[in-house]
């Protein structure tokens, strides 16, 4: 089975633009979450989606959203962008969700923001 | 709400030497524990995961983990590393049941010395 791909790879943006970035799951696995990446904070969760529906969600503002289709490719959405934004954005899928479930993930998008 | 605290922000040691990599975890009810590693430019991948049962878990390239439930520790160890194990190591911690949001640790840098 092909891997979590994360589309894209490395992204530069301005502060106050927006960005949308991809992560398609390994094939059959329902369950996508998002984290971000920073040397200061570590790895921090943002949120989960399964089937569709966000199913938690950790302690970040309402500029980060994100939605999931059909076929379980999931979006992230960052508004109004920071300088603080700049980060390792990473995706993780798994069949039913986080828990006793091994979370796969991809290589990441590296977002920098100028 | 659980914590996930990893002593050491990096770890030198020689080749073929043993290493022991701590983390500790804090909550008010039983959790599940993870070790991720991510090599450079990658994701995380699962090195292994206590669930219950047996304390002691393996992986297949050679690290180990035991799960101290008296001392709330999660170490992981390997008797003699090698220049591949030259990563990021991350503990993290599920509480079981639906629904849950994992925890990681700020991650140890594991430099292995030729």
Same mark, same amino acid.
């Given at each position: 089975k092909a891997g979590v791909t994360q589309t894209p790879r490395y992204l530069i943006k301005t502060r106050g633009q927006q960005v949308t970035l991809s992560c398609s799951p390994i094939s059959g696995h329902r369950s996508v979450s998002w984290y971000q990446q920073t040397p200061g904070q570590g790895l921090q969760f943002l949120f989960e989606y399964f089937s569709e529906t966000q199913r938690n969600k950790g302690?970040?503002?309402?500029r980060f959203s994100g939605r999931q289709f059909s076929n379980s490719r999931s979006e992230m959405n960052v508004s109004? &962008?920071? &300088?603080?934004?700049s980060a390792l954005y990473l995706c993780a899928s798994s069949p039913?969700?986080?828990?006793?479930d091994t979370q796969y993930f991809g290589p990441g998008t590296r977002l920098t923001v100028l | 709400a659980q914590s996930v605290t990893q002593l050491d922000s990096q770890v030198p040691v020689f080749e073929e030497a043993p290493v022991e990599l701590r983390c500790n975890y804090s909550s008010s009810v039983s959790v599940y524990l993870f070790w991720y590693v991510q090599y450079p430019n990658q994701g995380l991948q699962l090195l292994l995961k206590y669930?219950?049962?047996?304390?002691l878990v393996e992986s297949i390239n050679g690290f180990e983990a035991e799960f101290n439930k008296s001392q709330t520790s999660f170490h992981l160890r390997k008797p003699s590393v090698h220049i591949s194990d030259t990563a990021e190591y991350f503990c993290a911690a599920v509480p079981p049941g639906g629904y849950q949001k994992v925890t990681f640790g700020t991650g140890t840098k594991l430099q292995v010395i030729p």
């Amino acid at each position: 089975k092909a891997g979590v791909t994360q589309t894209p790879r490395y992204l530069i943006k301005t502060r106050g633009q927006q960005v949308t970035l991809s992560c398609s799951p390994i094939s059959g696995h329902r369950s996508v979450s998002w984290y971000q990446q920073t040397p200061g904070q570590g790895l921090q969760f943002l949120f989960e989606y399964f089937s569709e529906t966000q199913r938690n969600k950790g302690n970040f503002p309402g500029r980060f959203s994100g939605r999931q289709f059909s076929n379980s490719r999931s979006e992230m959405n960052v508004s109004t &962008l920071e &300088l603080g934004d700049s980060a390792l954005y990473l995706c993780a899928s798994s069949p039913e969700g986080v828990g006793t479930d091994t979370q796969y993930f991809g290589p990441g998008t590296r977002l920098t923001v100028l | 709400a659980q914590s996930v605290t990893q002593l050491d922000s990096q770890v030198p040691v020689f080749e073929e030497a043993p290493v022991e990599l701590r983390c500790n975890y804090s909550s008010s009810v039983s959790v599940y524990l993870f070790w991720y590693v991510q090599y450079p430019n990658q994701g995380l991948q699962l090195l292994l995961k206590y669930l219950s049962g047996s304390t002691l878990v393996e992986s297949i390239n050679g690290f180990e983990a035991e799960f101290n439930k008296s001392q709330t520790s999660f170490h992981l160890r390997k008797p003699s590393v090698h220049i591949s194990d030259t990563a990021e190591y991350f503990c993290a911690a599920v509480p079981p049941g639906g629904y849950q949001k994992v925890t990681f640790g700020t991650g140890t840098k594991l430099q292995v010395i030729p």
